[in-house]
């Protein structure tokens, strides 16, 4: 597992914190940032299926 790149949801204006992980074979890990202060960790239903879309 590569380690957690931040980046940003794109679904609304909010601009939540995501992290992204692969584990080097195609498949990646997404997560909500614990340090993003819009979200803190946390990620609505829509940031939860980025890695689905």
Do not use: F, W
């Amino acid at each position: 597992m590569t380690s957690p790149t931040r980046t940003t949801c794109p679904y609304c204006g909010v601009g939540c914190g995501v992290t992204v992980a692969s584990d080097g074979e195609g498949r990646h890990t997404i997560a909500g940032d614990p340090d993003h202060p819009a979200n803190r960790g946390q990620l609505c239903s829509k940031g939860a299926m980025l890695g689905q879309t």
